[in-house]
């Protein structure tokens, strides 16, 4: 009985010192940066097929997920900082 309570008070230790309270906030965000980096390879490799007079698009798409992903990496350095 005593191994028991032992050991569920290291899990319990454990999960409570691991979790913070960003820590949904942070999952969230990268989940979100690892979709931008996917659209930022798709629109990659759509300059390889793409029209001249489409690129225009492309190149403003890709500046467009390059914001999207600097804010993202922007806003888990502020949640990191938070609490640490």
């Excluded at 569920?8 to 965000?29: G, R």
């Excluded at 490799?45 to 914001?67: F, G, K, M, S, T």
Aim: no cysteine.
């Amino acid at each position: 009985m005593l191994w028991r309570t032992l050991i569920l008070y290291a899990v319990m230790l454990t999960s409570a010192v691991a979790f913070h309270d960003n820590t949904f906030a942070v999952f969230e965000l990268k989940e979100e940066l690892q979709i931008r980096y996917m659209n930022m390879w798709e629109l990659l490799l759509q300059l390889e097929y793409v029209n001249p007079d489409q690129r225009v698009i492309v190149y403003a798409e890709i500046d467009h997920i390059r914001a999207e992903i600097q804010h993202i990496i922007d806003e888990l350095i502020r949640l990191d900082k938070e609490q640490h």
